[in-house]
């Protein structure tokens, strides 16, 4: 998570000491292997493409892209040293080549009109409103006219029962950055940005709350 007054970030569990415990959690408290599926089924990947995974982390699901879409380039973005390390330890136990960038995510080190597609997963409820919208902006940037932008991230509690576990998410990640997320606002800081064909395309409940998947297309004009 980044602070916007000196950009700073805060580690993906709040505490650096945490870190190497990021995929257990993950992997325990997501439904991990069915968001990841869920998200990647979403977009449509052609040979060659250039591909970004924003906000990253460790990796997994940059090594994921590599491994279902050999042909296509992969780059990972993520401000976190600590966690891009574990990333290049599981690229090179995994034998693909992937790209990982150390950047915040609202001023990426990339060319404008770089990439067919851009990725982000469990990241946006780590930044403030401003942050959020500056990295919208980002990608807006980024992304070649026609090329899609495709989030999972916490939504709106489907229910009481998922209102009451998001509570916990609130909690480790702080009740001003996670609010946007439980209030139901990203898709429309997206739309707000310029994309466009901003939908959500379904949801997956786990015991922390409920995942979103929204998918945006920054138009060709």
């Not at 916007?4 to 993950?26: C, G, M, Q």
């Not at 879409?69 to 401000?79: E, Q, S, W, Y």
């Not at 966690?83 to 693909?96: D, F, M, P, R, T």
């Not at 500056?134 to 939504?155: M, N, Q």
Request: proline share 5%.
């Amino acid at each position: 998570m980044i602070t916007s007054e000196n950009n700073h970030y805060i580690p993906a569990l709040k505490h650096s000491w945490l870190t190497r415990f990021y995929d257990p959690v993950v992997a325990l408290s997501t439904r991990e292997k069915v968001f990841r599926e869920k998200l990647l089924a979403q977009a449509e990947i052609n040979p060659g493409d250039q591909v970004l995974d924003l906000g990253c982390g460790t990796g997994t699901f940059a090594i994921m892209l590599k491994t279902r879409h050999p042909t296509a380039k992969i780059t990972g973005l993520d401000c976190d040293p600590d966690i891009l390390i574990q990333a290049q330890k599981k690229k090179i136990s995994a034998g693909v080549d992937v790209t990982f960038d150390e950047s915040m995510s609202y001023t990426t080190p990339y060319s404008e009109c770089e990439f067919d597609t851009v990725f982000s997963s469990l990241f946006f409820h780590h930044l403030k409103s401003v942050e959020k919208l500056r990295t919208i902006r980002e990608v807006y940037r980024v992304l070649k006219p026609g090329g899609f932008f495709h989030v999972c991230d916490w939504g709106r509690p489907s229910n009481s029962v998922s209102r009451v576990m998001s509570l916990c998410v609130q909690l480790l990640d702080g009740l001003e950055v996670t609010r946007d997320n439980i209030e139901g606002r990203l898709p429309s800081f997206i739309k707000g940005v310029g994309f466009e064909e901003v939908s959500q395309l379904g949801r997956v409940e786990t015991v922390l709350g409920t995942l979103d998947f929204i998918s945006a297309k920054k138009p060709r004009k």
